[in-house]
Every structure is written in C-alpha cells, then in structure tokens.
C-alpha cells in the first residue's frame, strides 16, 4: 500500500491497541485520517485542527452520519468538530484527549511554530499518548527525483538522530517516554537508512491528577469552528 495508508494504518492499529475515547488530529488537512476513525468503535470524540480551512472542507461531508448510522442503536455516540487554528496556539476545545496524532505536520512548521509545538500539546493538551510522524531525511536518495526535500513546503527534513534528539528532549521534559518506529521499509540491502517515514510514539508517564490538569489559566479560545456553510 501507498506510504499515506500505511501511516493511517498504523494509528488505526495504535487506537486499537490502547483504545482512545477521544482523538485529535492536528494537522487533519482533508481529514482522511478522522474519516478512517470514524469507523473505530471505541471511539467517542473525533476532533481535527488544520491552519487550512478550505482544504479540511474539501471532502468533510465524508464526516457526516450515514445513513446506516440512524437505523443503529444508539449504543455509541460520535461527535466530529473541526476547527481552524494553528497549533502554535492553545485552545480549551483540545484539552481532554486521550490521543493527539500529528501525521507529517512539524515539517510544515515555521520555526516560530515549531517552538511552540511542544507546549502546546504536551504542556497544555497533554493526552495520555502523542504520535508525531516526519519524514527521514536518510531515506531520501532511494527516492527518485527527490533533490533537497520531498515537498516544496517543507521547512525542514530531518535524519534519525535530529528526530529523536528533539523528541527526547520534549519526553524528557514533559514525563512522557517515547518509542521510535516507522513505515515504509528500504530495499533490502539498503537497511541502514531505516523507515522511509519516521515515527516517535510518546506514553505520558504519570496521568494527571485533577490539580494538574486545572493548574493551567483557562485560556481564552483562538481556534474557529468549521461548519459547512460557514466561510
Ligand atoms: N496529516 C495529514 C496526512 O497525513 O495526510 C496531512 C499532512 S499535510 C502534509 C500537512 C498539513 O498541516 C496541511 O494540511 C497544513 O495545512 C497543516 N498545517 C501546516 N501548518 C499548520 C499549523 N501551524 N497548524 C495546524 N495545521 C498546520
């Protein structure tokens, strides 16, 4: 299968395994991701932030309850939101979270971003388990065509030891321990370059005590809810 779908893959094995009632993904572009989770059952509350509204409404209609879905027993409730933000910013509707997954997002980011990325969710968001996944720079010459990076709007492409040393330093600082992994696997003979796309799996180590989850000022919200008509 195509990379894209073995990156969902693995967040629809990972939600499986540890079985989230409430996930966001940030960096949702046109939520193919939630989509695919939404046929999770486990699954109560779907939430998706992009910085780009019309992209995330492309196919959002994807989201809406089928038909199939009223003629069930209302066993299992779904509520999707979608909001347009940065998430370089803090915002209440994202507390609560047992999973936040950022699948090819921080590549994306400016530098300024890029430093508030950590606080923000692992500090503020702080969900019981974050999936960050980016490209592996070391992978790069097995791909044709590829010069300098593998899109033009990326700030940045990082090998190993670049993602790991700044995923480290995040776990470390914020009590999480992270695991590293990937998919899309080099040809054989060519094992030392590793994944094609790189993926750290951070485990928060300590779940929050009330105290800690409320110590944060409640913050005003800058996130915009997306709704069909609204433009
Ligand atoms: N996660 C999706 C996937 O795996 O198919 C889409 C990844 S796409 C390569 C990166 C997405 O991040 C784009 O939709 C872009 O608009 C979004 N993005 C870039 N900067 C962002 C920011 N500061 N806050 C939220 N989303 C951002």
Known sequence: PP???QRYQFIKDLVE???PKKVADLGCADCTLLWMLKFCS???VLAGLDICASVMKEKMHRLSPLPVDYLQPPERSLT???HHGSVAHKDPCMLGFDLVTCIELIEHLEESELKKFPEVVFGFMAPSLVVISTPNSEFNPLLPGVTLFRHPDHKFEWNRVQFQSWALEIARHYGYSVEFTGV???PRGMENVGFCTQIGVFVRKYTQTSESAQSETPTEGVYKTVTYDND
């Open 17 to 19: 395994k540890y079985k």
């Open 3 to 5: 990379l894209y779908k």
């Open 184 to 186: 899309g696997h080099p």
């Open 42 to 44: 486990c699954i109560e």
């Open 80 to 82: 999707v939101t979608l």
